[in-house]
C-alpha cells in the first residue's frame, strides 16, 4: 500500500524557497574561487608559501592548507585543483607599450629577422596584397642581431635602394626594436620632402652617404620627419588594438601593465573600456604630452582604481634621450664604436618644466634615461625638484630603462628614492653588442647593474619595454637570474637577482612603483586576487629549464582570463 502525499501549491513553493535560502545563506560566506592542492609562492615575508588560496568578490579572503581552506568551498565556488603546480602574485609588467603590442599584430613583425634580405622579402610579399599607394608599416628590426652586414652600409645601417626597388609606389616606413629609430623608402622619403638639403632636426640625424644623401635611415627626433608618408593611412581603432594587446598580455601571465606613455585619447579610449567592463588586464598608465596640453589637462586625468581597479593613471613619461642600439643613449664620453658622437640628447629644458607640472598636479614623473650622462642630468633634475619641494614627501618617481650609470650615480638613486625601472631582458638582448658601444670598462661598471642598485637601497623593477622585446615575463625572468644570453655567454654575472629577488622585481616591486603595493604585488588577504598559475616551479627547477615555463591560469580579480595548457 502506497501513500500519496499531494503538497498545496503555496505550502511547496515556500518550502522551496525557504531551501534555496538556506543554501543560499549557508553559501553567503564561501568563496567565488579557491584554489589548492598547490605550492602558492605569496611574496609575504611573513607567510612565504601555502598550499591554497580563497578569494571572494575579487579579493584573497584566505590562505593555508588544503584543509584550512575547504571549509570555503560552497555550493557556487570556482575550486581549481593545481595539481602540484606553482601559483605566484600576479605577474605586473613594469614598463611597456601596451597600444604598441597590440599595434605590433596589426604590421610586420620583424623582431626575429634574421638579416636585411630577409626584410626586404617580406616587404615584397606585403605590397603584393596592398592597394597602391598604401603604407607598408613595421617594427622590430635591429642590425646588431642580423647574421650578416648588409653592403653597402653607413654604420652598419643598409640603404634604401633594395627595399625602394620591391616597393616603388607604396610608402614604406620600419621601426627599429627600440622605437629611436626609422627605416624609410624612396617613396616614403618623396611624400615627406626628404632630401639631401634636409637639415638633421634637433636630437636627431638623418643617416646619409659619403655624398650627403639619406640612405633610409633617420635616428631619434629625425623620424618624425616622415610624418607626411603616414598621413591618409587609416588609423587602427584603439578598441580593437586595446584588445589584442590584452589578449596577448593575459596569455603570457600578466594581471597588471604599467603603460609607459599614452595620450590623453588613448586614456579615454581606455577609461571608456575599464568603465563598460570590457578592459579585463589592470593598467597603469603614464601620460605623454606636450607640456602645454600636460598644463591644460592633468587636473581632470588623474585616475585611480577606475573600472574596479582596471584602469590608473597617476604618472608623466618624458625622454631625455634616446637608446644604445642606435647610438642615441646619451653618454658622458664618446661611442667606443662611434667616437664622433656622445649620442641625441632630448629636450633637457622642457623636462625642468615637466618636473613643475607634476609637483604642482600630485602626480609621479617617469623619465627615459639610457645612457650615464643621460641618467646623471634626470637625477639632477629630480633632486633639484625634491629640494624646492621639501614638503612633498613619498614621491617615487622613476627612471625608465637606467640602463647605463656612471658608478658615481648608482648610490643617488637610493638617497634620492628614485625607482630604476628596469627591462632584465634587454641585458642578454644588448649584451652581445654592448662592449663594441661602450668598451669593457664602462659595461662592467655601469651596464644593467641590478645588484649595485639594490644594495644602494634602490628599489629595482622588472619588465620587457614591449614590443620592443616580446613582452613574455618568463624569458625577462630567465634574463634577471641568469644573465645568460643567446650565444651561451653570461653578461657579468655579479649582477645576477636571485629566484626571489626577481619574483619580487615582477610583483611587489613593481606595484610599489606604482603606489599600488597595498592592493596587489603579493598574496595576502584584503589583496585584489590576481594570481598567475605556472606549469612549472620557477623557484627551485633548473635555471636552464626555466624558459620553457608556460602559463596554466591567468587569474585577474578571482576570475579566470587566460586558461592554458597544463603539462
Not at 136 to 164: A, C, M, T, Y
Not at 387 to 395: G, I, R, S
Request: aromatic fraction near 6%; include cysteine.
Amino acid at each position: 500500500m502506497f501513500l500519496n502525499f499531494t503538497f498545496p501549491r503555496p505550502l511547496l513553493i515556500s518550502t522551496v524557497a525557504v531551501i534555496l535560502a538556506v543554501i543560499t545563506g549557508c553559501d553567503a560566506n564561501k568563496a567565488d574561487l579557491v584554489l589548492k592542492n598547490g605550492k602558492i609562492v605569496t611574496v609575504d615575508d611573513s607567510n612565504p608559501e601555502v598550499q591554497a588560496l580563497a578569494a571572494k568578490d575579487g579579493n584573497i579572503i584566505a590562505l593555508g592548507s588544503d584543509t584550512e581552506i575547504d571549509e570555503y568551498v560552497g555550493f557556487n565556488t570556482n575550486v581549481i585543483d593545481l595539481e602540484g603546480m606553482t601559483a605566484i602574485p600576479g605577474l605586473i609588467e613594469g614598463h611597456g607599450h601596451f597600444m604598441g603590442v597590440g599595434n605590433a599584430n596589426l604590421q610586420l613583425k620583424l623582431m626575429d629577422v634574421t638579416n636585411w634580405d630577409e626584410i626586404i622579402s617580406m616587404v615584397e610579399q606585403a605590397v603584393a596584397q596592398a592597394e597602391p599607394g598604401e603604407l607598408i608599416r613595421g617594427r622590430g628590426w635591429h642590425q646588431e642581431k642580423w647574421d650578416k652586414i648588409p653592403e653597402p652600409n653607413v654604420d652598419g645601417l643598409p640603404f634604401h635602394h633594395s627595399l625602394s626597388a620591391v616597393s616603388p609606389d607604396n610608402p614604406v616606413i620600419l621601426r627599429h626594436a627600440s622605437g629611436h629609430a626609422t627605416y624609410a623608402n624612396a617613396k616614403a622619403m618623396e611624400l615627406s620632402g626628404i632630401d639631401a638639403n634636409t637639415p638633421d632636426p634637433s636630437g636627431g640625424e638623418i643617416v646619409r652617404d659619403s655624398d650627403g644623401n639619406p640612405i633610409g635611415a633617420f635616428r631619434e627626433n629625425s623620424s618624425r620627419l616622415l610624418g607626411p608618408a603616414q598621413e591618409g593611412a587609416i588609423p587602427a581603432d584603439p578598441r580593437r588594438v586595446a584588445e589584442l594587446a590584452q589578449e596577448e598580455a593575459l596569455a603570457k601571465g600578466l594581471t597588471s601593465f604599467q603603460d609607459a606613455g599614452s595620450s590623453f585619447e588613448t586614456v579615454d579610449a581606455l577609461r571608456e573600456m575599464a568603465e563598460d567592463g570590457s578592459l579585463k588586464i589592470r593598467l597603469w598608465v603614464m601620460l605623454r604630452s606636450s607640456n602645454d596640453n600636460l598644463a591644460e589637462k592633468l587636473p581632470d586625468y588623474k585616475i585611480i582604481g577606475a573600472g574596479d581597479n582596471r584602469l590608473t593613471v597617476r604618472s608623466i613619461k618624458q625622454s631625455i634621450d634616446g637608446a644604445l642600439g642606435s647610438h642615441g643613449a646619451w653618454l658622458l664620453e664618446p661611442y667606443s664604436d662611434l667616437p664622433e658622437s656622445s649620442g641625441l640628447p632630448r629636450d633637457i629644458e622642457g623636462i625642468y618644466k615637466t618636473a613643475a607640472l607634476a609637483m604642482a598636479n600630485g602626480f609621479q614623473l617617469g623619465v627615459h634615461a639610457i645612457g650615464d650622462r643621460g641618467n646623471r642630468v634626470v637625477l639632477d633634475i629630480f633632486e633639484e625638484a625634491f629640494e624646492k619641494n621639501p614638503d612633498q614627501e613619498d614621491l617615487r618617481w622613476r627612471i625608465e630603462h637606467s640602463q647605463h650609470l656612471h658608478p658615481d650615480d648608482i648610490p643617488r638613486f637610493g638617497s634620492l628614492g628614485v625607482i630604476a625601472s628596469m627591462q632584465a631582458i634587454h641585458a642578454t638582448s644588448d649584451g652581445p653588442w654592448v662592449i663594441q658601444r661602450l668598451g669593457e670598462e664602462r659595461a662592467e661598471w655601469g651596464a644593467y647593474v641590478w645588484q649595485d642598485l639594490m644594495k644602494a637601497g634602490a628599489v629595482v623593477t622588472n619588465g620587457t619595454d614591449a614590443p620592443v622585446e616580446d613582452v613574455d615575463p618568463i624569458s625577462s625572468y630567465y634574463a634577471t637570474v641568469s644573465r645568460r644570453m643567446n650565444n651561451g655567454e653570461v653578461f657579468y654575472p655579479e649582477q645576477r637577482m636571485s629566484r626571489l629577488e626577481a619574483l619580487k622585481s615582477y610583483t611587489i616591486n613593481v606595484a610599489y612603483s606604482g603606489f599600488e603595493e597595498d592592493i596587489k604585488g603579493s598574496l595576502e588577504i584584503g589583496k585584489l586576487a590576481d594570481v598567475t598559475v605556472l606549469t612549472k616551479d620557477i623557484m627551485t627547477i633548473p635555471e636552464n629549464d626555466i624558459p620553457s615555463t608556460e602559463i596554466a591560469y591567468t587569474i585577474v580579480g578571482g576570475e579566470v582570463m587566460y586558461q592554458g595548457n597544463k603539462k
